[in-house]
């Protein structure tokens, strides 16, 4: 059977750095705020900017804080707004998990946000990685019509749960896309190309970047680094996607 090669989704937490993913050859990017939470919802005006100079899709998370993803009906209901909102600065897509505090998926919560999506795409992300029960929460998933699912496997990362991920292909079939994710690296491709249901992967590609300090308060403090983005590993992932 001939596939075509992967797609690569990068997520990305600043402006400068998802106008370098589309420049490096990343094929779609999920927009997120707080790098150091693990990713929450951006701001529309970073969205509407990013629309107007990218030609790749740009999905958005949807998360109003880090930590659990128990979500109060305050939290569900602010979530939906959110998804208003960037729909109507132009998301491809939306990224977003929802839990009952047994660990299970909160179906009636996800299957809420899925509807006001609409007909935009919906990836259920990493609260998967906390179920109770990560294999029998794919089918509740694919009830809640999500499109894909951003997964590690039930670990920390990707090299970790390998196993799992892989018995989760072929759980999922083509019901729905499994796309590996967390501490993906290029050299862990190799492994997840042995399912034939592996469409696609994500992954950060993420170098750290020295940040100049000119003000009067930052001199003496040590030097500050941000996140962004390596055009050496997403290209070397390109390179290892490709089938």
């Known amino acids: 059977m001939v596939r075509e090669k992967l797609l690569l989704e990068s997520p990305v937490f600043s402006i400068e750095t998802a106008l370098k993913a589309e420049e490096f050859g990343v094929d779609r990017i999920e927009l997120c705020a707080s790098f150091h939470e693990g990713g929450e919802t951006p701001g529309a005006g ?7 100079h990218l030609s790749i899709p740009v999905y958005v998370m949807i998360r109003p804080r880090g930590g659990d993803f128990f979500y109060s009906e305050n939290e569900i209901s602010a979530m939906g707004y959110e998804i208003e909102i960037l729909d109507s600065h132009g998301a491809d897509g939306f990224v977003f998990g929802a839990l009952k505090d047994d660990g299970s998926v909160n179906s009636s ?3 809420k946000l899925v509807k006001i999506a609409g007909s935009k795409p919906c990836t259920f992300h990493r609260a998967i990685d906390v ?4 294999m029998e929460a794919i089918g509740k998933i694919i009830d809640c019509g999500f499109n894909r699912i ?12 390998m196993a799992v991920i892989l ?3 072929e759980k999922a079939g083509d019901e729905i896309i499994i796309m590996p994710g967390g501490g993906l ?9 042995k399912s034939q249901y592996l469409k696609e992967v994500h ?3 993420k170098i750290w970047e020295d940040v100049p300090q000119n003000s009067i308060e930052e001199k003496g403090t040590g030097t500050k680094k941000r996140v962004t983005i390596s055009r050496e590993i997403v290209q070397n992932s390109k390179l290892r996607v490709r089938i």
């Open 46 to 52: 970073m969205l509407k900017f990013l629309k107007k």
């Open 109 to 111: 919560a996800c299957k």
């Open 131 to 134: 179920c109770s029960n990560p």
């Open 150 to 161: 951003l997964t590690s496997g039930g670990h920390e990362n990707v090299s970790q749960g």
């Open 167 to 169: 018995e989760m292909l």
């Open 185 to 193: 690296e290029p050299g862990l491709l190799g492994e997840l190309k």
């Open 203 to 205: 992954a950060s590609c």
